[in-house]
C-alpha cells in the first residue's frame, strides 16, 4: 500500500460536472497539500492543510473547493471548471512540526489525478 | 521571496554518460530545506533527497550525488553512469518556514539507449 493514494486516477468532466478528487496518505502526516501540474508549467500550489486547517490559499478560484475532514483525507470538489483546469492534480503530505513549524521533512507525493475538463 | 530557477528544460543523454541537472535557489532564511524529486511517467513525484542550509557535506547515494554550495545558492544533481531507467523529469524544492514547498520548473531527462 503506498503511503499516499489519489483516486480516480483519471477523470474526464463536462464543464457543468460536478466531482470531487480524493486522497488519502497512510503516513500518520499531519500536514497535506494540493498541487496543479500543467503542461509546461512548474508545480502551483493550491492548497495547504497543516493539522486540518486551511493555512493557505493561493489565490485559487472558488469553482475549486478543498475538505479536509481529518488528518488522513484530503478532497478536491470541482464544479463548474474551464477547459484550462485540465492538468495534473497531485496530492502530498508532510509531517509539520507543532503550530506550524516546520522540521523540514520531506513531502509523499500521490501519483496524481489526471483531469481533462471537455 | 523564494525561488527555484532548473535553468536546464530539457537534457538528452546516451546511456552511460554522466549529467548533471542544476539548481539554484533564492531565500532570505537562514534556515531552510532543499530537496530533489524524481517524476517518473506514471506521475508521481519521488522523493530522492533532502538536505538542510546547515549541513553542506556532499552527499553520494549509488549513482546518484548532490553538490550542496551555499556560497553560489546551488544544489546541483550529478547521475553517474545514467541508464534509460533514469529517464523522467527531476524537481528541485525549497522548503522554509512559512512558504511551504517552492518547485522549480523541472528539467527532463532523457536516457537514450
Known amino acids: 500500500e503506498t503511503g499516499v493514494t489519489q483516486t480516480p486516477r483519471h477523470l474526464v468532466m463536462g464543464m457543468t460536472n460536478k466531482k470531487s478528487l480524493k486522497c488519502e496518505q497512510h503516513?500518520?502526516?499531519?500536514?497535506m497539500y494540493w498541487y496543479k501540474q500543467s503542461a509546461k508549467k512548474p508545480l502551483e500550489l493550491m492548497f495547504v492543510?497543516?493539522?486540518?486547517?486551511?493555512?493557505e490559499n493561493n489565490s485559487v478560484p472558488s469553482r475549486f473547493s478543498p475538505e479536509c475532514p481529518n488528518s488522513s483525507h484530503l478532497f478536491l470538489h470541482l464544479h463548474t471548471l474551464q477547459p484550462e483546469d485540465s492538468a495534473l492534480y497531485l496530492c502530498a503530505s508532510s509531517q509539520d512540526g507543532e503550530q506550524g513549524r516546520p522540521r523540514g521533512t520531506e513531502a509523499f507525493f500521490g501519483q496524481g489525478t489526471r483531469l481533462t475538463v471537455v | 521571496a523564494q525561488k527555484v530557477t532548473q535553468a536546464q528544460t530539457e537534457i538528452s543523454v546516451v546511456e552511460k554518460e554522466d549529467v548533471t541537472l542544476d539548481c539554484v535557489y533564492e531565500t532570505r532564511d537562514t534556515t531552510y530545506y532543499l530537496f530533489w524529486y524524481k517524476q517518473p511517467p506514471s506521475g508521481e513525484l519521488v522523493f530522492l533527497i533532502r538536505r538542510n542550509s546547515f549541513d553542506e557535506q556532499n552527499e553520494i547515494s549509488g549513482r546518484y550525488s548532490w553538490n550542496f554550495q551555499k556560497s553560489t545558492s546551488s544544489f546541483n544533481f550529478t547521475i553517474t553512469a545514467s541508464q534509460v531507467v533514469d529517464s523522467a523529469v527531476y524537481f528541485c524544492a525549497l522548503y522554509n518556514y512559512g512558504q511551504n514547498f517552492v518547485f522549480g520548473p523541472g528539467t527532463r531527462l532523457s536516457v537514450l539507449p
Open positions: 503516513l500518520g502526516h499531519n500536514a
Open positions: 492543510y497543516n493539522f486540518k486547517e486551511q493555512t
